[in-house]
Antibody, heavy 122, light 107 residues
Framework: EVQLVESGGGLVQPGGSLRLSCAAS????????MSWVRQAPGKGLEWVAN????????YYVDSVKGRFTISRDNAKSSVSLQMNSLRAEDTAVYYC???????????????WGQGTMVTVSS | EIVLTQSPATLSLSPGERATLSCRAS??????LAWYQQKPGQAPRLLIY???NRATGIPARFSGSGSGTDFTLTISGLEPEDFAVYYC?????????FGGGTKVEIK
């Protein structure tokens, strides 16, 4: 079964750090773009970051540039999101999503994890 | 940044009726537009990719059309499980962006 399972969410104070992880199974992880998408409580979806199959290209939404870092370990079939300098507006459910196997561009997100909640509050 | 505007914000319909959802892009995204369905407490599910292609396992009552800046998701006859929020998303330019969503609710 194709599956993504996120972990690492929790409560953190403003200015703090958190590392999210996403474990993939059931497919050839190294062949796919991977992404993080978030959803603030009661709000819509916001794409956060993408990483190419070999890690050579990474893209971020402007609001997290310089604070968040996406990375992957193809040997362990996992993708991570290191989040530093967290702000209240980063509070959201964070989803890991699979972004297609094209080498040249990310595709639509066809597989999603169940999400992990991040709350930034004092 | 490409802004995606979805309309209407809420659509009130009865089971069996036809639903027509719109997504308008602030500039051309060619055919690189996807539609997702999200139910409360669940992750989004991919319905349509590249404007008109149904994802694996998606029923034929879901169809997508459009190109450039104007796109439509049509649900030909609403089933009880179709009442949910629907989002469009473009992949033509970075940053990837989502529309604000359309809630399809039971009338």
């Amino acid at each position: 079964e194709v599956q993504l399972v996120e972990s690492g969410g929790g409560l953190v104070q403003p200015g703090g750090s958190l590392r999210l992880s996403c474990a993939a199974s059931g497919f050839t992880f190294s062949s796919f773009w991977m992404s993080w998408v978030r959803q603030a409580p009661g709000k819509g979806l916001e794409w956060v970051a993408n990483i190419k199959q070999d890690g050579s290209e990474k893209y971020y939404v402007d609001s997290v540039k310089g604070r968040f870092t996406i990375s992957r370990d193809n040997a362990k079939s996992s993708v991570s999101l290191q989040m530093n300098s967290l702000r209240a507006e980063d509070t959201a459910v964070y989803y890991c999503a699979r972004g297609g196997s094209s080498w040249y561009n990310v595709d639509a997100f066809d597989i999603w994890g169940q999400g992990t909640m991040v709350t930034v509050s004092s | 940044e490409i802004v995606l505007t979805q309309s209407p914000a809420t659509l009130s319909l009865s089971p069996g009726e036809r639903a027509t959802l719109s997504c308008r892009a602030s500039q051309s995204v060619r055919s690189y537009l996807a539609w997702y369905q999200q139910k409360p407490g669940q992750a989004p599910r991919l319905l349509i990719y590249d404007a008109s292609n149904r994802a694996t396992g998606i029923p034929a009552r879901f169809s997508g059309s459009g190109s450039g800046t104007d796109f439509t998701l049509t649900i030909s006859g609403l089933e009880p499980e179709d009442f949910a929020v629907y989002y469009c998303q473009q992949r033509n330019n970075w940053p990837l962006t989502f529309g604000g969503g359309t809630k399809v609710e039971i009338k």
